[in-house]
């Protein structure tokens, strides 16, 4: 239950961050939390990461996997790195045996497409685990780690809360 006390600390770091906007818990399993945004209007599910392989972090690691009904978007994944990566470094997302090269930024990460968010989303529900690794800015690997167990049944509120929006 160590991860459950990060996943509030993050939801209540969202709350302050932005306290124009309100954010409503739809609620929290295991590692991962729910979320809507009616001023968006937006709803997500949310894990930070439970494990960070090499130095210590740039950046708090979490992964998104998002709404947002007046864009049609459903199941859009959104991954915060713990490190911000090197010019032209890859990102790969493994989740059981599949893996996924993402799009990336200078600290995050995207599908390719819809139907790449559709294969990591159906992946994620039938994993135990998944790892983002990347190389960072001074050419070091890296990887963060993430526990899927109560996934599903967030990414299923976050698609549920924003149902009727």
């Not at 991954?79 to 470094?89: C, F, T």
């Not at 960072?136 to 149902?163: H, I, Q």
Request: glycine share 10%; charged share 15%; aromatic share 6%.
């Amino acid at each position: 239950m160590r991860a459950l006390p990060a996943t509030l600390l993050l939801a209540a770091a969202l709350l302050v961050a932005a306290p124009a906007t309100a954010r409503d818990s739809l609620g929290i399993w295991n590692n991962w939390g729910a979320f809507s945004d009616a001023g968006v209007p937006r709803c997500y599910a949310i894990a930070m990461a439970d494990k960070v392989e090499g130095r210590v972090n740039e950046l708090q690691p979490y992964f998104t996997v998002g709404n947002w009904p007046r864009r049609g978007a459903r199941g859009e994944i959104h991954v915060r790195l713990s490190r911000r990566i090197g010019p032209g470094s890859s990102v790969t997302l493994s989740i059981g045996g599949q893996r996924f090269s993402l799009l990336a930024g200078a600290a995050d990460a995207w599908a390719a497409d819809r139907r790449m968010d559709a294969a990591v989303v159906a992946a994620m529900r039938s994993a135990a685990t998944m790892s983002i690794t990347a190389r960072s800015g001074s050419g070091r690997t890296f990887t963060d780690t993430y526990t899927l167990a109560g996934a599903a049944s967030a990414m299923d509120a976050a698609l549920l809360g924003c149902a009727q929006n």
